[in-house]
């Protein structure tokens, strides 16, 4: 029988307590309780019906591997993935889906069967404390491979979620800001990077966020849960809140979300004792009701969730495999942005090499917050959140254990390896000075819940690059971050990497780049500003409502025997107005004619391609088709990328990248490349309709290095067309 008949005989057997029971879900730390000896303890839990054979589910966060915050599992540890934005960077799909299948592999092996992962929220907003677990600010990048990594989960007979539906880009005042943007602008942008990636990826569940939208909770927000993704896109799998976003029980359930998650963070069990009670009054309809089960279990079946249950004892796991994937994932995302005089790769002759700063002694940074790893790689700093409120407590800046510094004397042992921490600006310049080679390690860290104040390198770091630099011109650059800094020193260093923050076999997968083991090939997911004036919202909007919001909880004494948690702290609502709508990330640039750091898609190689042979094919199917030739003189990996010029919502054409593929080439090698084109990137959304339109007419298309690169060019010529919403 298919899943959907399977799960309607199921909830015909079910009593409606039993059905309630699936409908909210408690921390992960109620199976300890429950049973102390399960090692199933994650995110969340769900009851099952275990006299109908339906088992429990068990969540667990896992954006960059299975995560294990607050160390709720004692000892455990797992891979860890570089950054989603260095998996973006690498723009290959198989990479994601690779990424994917590993954590899903991973989460099976510990009774996990619910995935928190398939994050797609756009950059919008550089400063986002969060943008290092989101996959960069481009549409179709963001979704084919957010798509690709949730297949990839599920490829393992466990559900992945899709997150946060929808506009939920900052950090600051997540809780309870209202994000305000046209419809039209809307379906052109964040959701459908979602829906190109529901489509792609199939994900059995989507996670609303916590924000409104358009003066709507995203949970309880009729028009996104059903109108959206269940009518337009026809979603069958069902709608889970993020952990505390739930605020009322009839106008969340009967606007289509189905499951309240992490309930001990909202106000009330709305979806318990409240959600019962509401049936039998009937403003809650029985066949609602159904639904929601119904949408549940035939996830669960359509997954093998029931059939194959995730073990409840954990198993062996292959890590040693599992890290050459995330060190694979590392260097192809890896971005080469200066390199000047052939400075990298680095001669393997040089005979005095200062390495400095970043800790890169010891490891490599991760971002904070759900989706931190207790990587296998060990963790050899962890210390407390700077300035972090007593709630945030978990959250800690943490290291994965990949030394670059000893990655960096494994390749060259005959030479005289030095390094400092870069605390004494005086005397880092002054051990550079005679260097043959220099490797400034620069970091940023960011975390879920908080935003940056700036995008300046933290703690003194731009003086010390500054000082290197001044004193020795052969000083290459390497940073760790969660997404774009400034660099004020640039002109005077010899080159650039960013290595995002790079998992679990970071220090290995930067020093192999930095010796041309492998080629640079990763490319920008997002813009790096040359300010931050430059930016739609130069100023985190709200933000003093929230540091207003924490004085007031600091100065209160903590409450004792709560059973709930306000998460708000306090924060009133605000709205914060999107006023580039569609041209998020590169198309705000462009639109405005402001010149960035590097643009998106930015990236050098150590090797030379050249693009001929365009063909362009207008009408119902467009595809370009044109050839990458590797005209230099070793092998490595280009990503030519497509854009189109079509007319943006202000009337100004603007350009948005509408295909792209990774090519890896021997010297002289060349390779046709085709790509299909989905022509709702060719399209503006019509609300009175609904549906795509496209209009007739010529549009420019380009093959470019990046989207201010282009090539070479050809025209497109289009039919008129009305495609589905």
């Known amino acids: 029988m298919s899943p959907d008949a399977r799960a309607a005989l199921v909830v015909k057997a079910m009593t409606l307590d039993e059905k309630i029971a699936m409908l909210h879900g408690t921390f992960g730390s109620s199976v300890r309780k429950a049973n102390p000896a399960d090692k199933r303890v994650g995110a969340g839990h769900i009851p099952g019906v275990a006299r109908l054979g339906i088992t429990d589910l068990y969540e667990t966060d896992a954006s960059l591997g299975i995560a294990n915050g607050g160390s709720m599992r004692p000892g455990d540890v797992a891979t860890a993935l570089p950054s989603s934005l260095a998996t973006a960077a690498s723009f290959d799909p198989a990479i994601a889906y690779a990424g994917g299948a590993m954590i899903g592999a991973e989460a099976r092996a510990k009774g996990f069967n619910v995935l928190l992962a398939g994050g797609v929220n756009l950059t919008r907003d550089p400063w986002n404390g969060r943008n290092f677990e989101y996959l960069g600010e481009d ?392 300010s931050d004036r430059q930016m739609p919202r130069p100023d985190i909007p709200g933000l003093d409502k929230v540091n207003e919001a924490a004085a007031r909880q600091a100065s209160k004494p903590p409450t004792v025997g709560a059973t709930t948690i306000d998460i708000s702290g306090g924060v009133e609502s605000f709205p914060v107005d999107y006023v580039e709508g569609a041209d998020a990330g590169y198309r705000w640039y462009r639109r405005t004619g402001a010149k960035p750091l590097f643009p998106f898609g930015y990236g050098l190689s150590y090797t030379r391609f050249a693009y001929s042979g365009l063909t362009v094919t207008g009408g119902t199917v467009p595809r370009v088709v044109f050839t990458v030739t590797n005209s230099g003189t070793r092998a490595g990996s280009d990503v030519p990328q497509v854009y189109a010029s079509v007319a943006g919502r202000e009337g100004a054409p603007v350009s948005r990248l509408i295909g792209f593929d990774r090519v890896t080439l021997a010297p002289g090698e060349r390779r046709t490349v085709s790509i299909a084109i989905d022509r709702r990137l060719l399209a503006q959304y019509d609300v009175s309709r609904p549906g795509w339109h496209v209009r007739r007419g010529t549009v420019r298309v380009s093959v470019g290095r990046d989207v201010e690169t282009a090539v070479i060019t050809s025209d497109m010529n289009l039919v008129e067309a009305w495609l589905k919403p």
């Open 139 to 530: 549409v179709l990048l963001s979704g084919v491979l957010a798509g690709e990594s949730i297949r990839g989960v599920q490829s393992n007979g466990i559900v992945s979620t899709i997150k946060h539906l929808a506009l939920n880009s900052q950090e600051s005042g997540r809780y309870v800001l209202d994000a305000r943007m046209s419809e039209a602008a809307l379906r052109e942008s964040d959701l459908l990077a979602f829906q190109i990636a529901i489509e792609r990826g199939q994900p059995g569940s989507v996670m609303c966020g916590y924000n409104k939208v358009n003066g709507d909770w995203d949970c309880e927000n009729d028009h996104l849960l059903n109108h959206v993704l269940k009518r337009d896109w026809a979603f069958k799998g069902w709608v889970m809140s993020d952990w505390g976003a739930v605020h009322s029980t009839v106008k969340a359930a009967n606007a289509g979300l189905d499951q309240e998650s992490g309930q001990e963070l909202d106000k009330a069990i709305y979806f318990g004792a409240l959600l019962r009670a509401a049936v039998e009054a009937g403003t809650v309809s029985q066949a609602r009701i159904d639904d929601m089960v119904a949408r549940i279990l035939r996830t669960m079946f359509a997954q093998g969730v029931i059939d194959t249950p995730s073990p409840a004892v954990p198993q062996p796991i292959d890590y040693t495999a599992h890290g050459l994937i995330a060190q694979q994932a590392a260097e192809a995302g890896i971005v080469l942005l200066k390199n000047d005089r052939g400075l990298l790769p680095a001669a393997r002759t040089a005979k005095r090499i200062v390495v400095i700063g970043g800790h890169a002694d010891v490891g490599v940074l991760s971002g904070g917050g759900s989706s931190q790893v207790a990587a296998v790689a060990g963790t050899p700093i962890r210390m407390p959140m700077p300035n972090g409120p007593p709630n945030l407590g978990f959250i800690k800046v943490t290291y994965h254990g990949s030394s670059p510094l000893t990655a960096i004397a494994a390749r060259v042992p005959k030479a005289e390896i030095v390094y400092l921490d870069g605390q004494d600006v005086a005397a880092a310049a002054d051990a550079a000075r005679t260097a043959d080679l220099v490797f400034v390690f620069a970091t940023q860290w960011r975390t879920e819940a908080v935003d940056l104040a700036t995008l300046a390198l933290p703690d003194g770091q731009d003086a010390l690059i500054e000082a290197v630099a001044a004193a020795n011109p052969k000083t290459a650059v390497v940073l760790e971050t969660g997404g774009a800094v400034l660099m004020p020193w640039l002109p005077r260093v010899g080159a650039v990497l960013e290595a995002w923050y790079p998992g679990e076999r970071g220090g290995e997968a930067i020093a192999r780049v930095l010796f041309g083991e492998v080629d640079a090939t990763g490319r920008l997911p997002l813009t790096f500003p040359a």
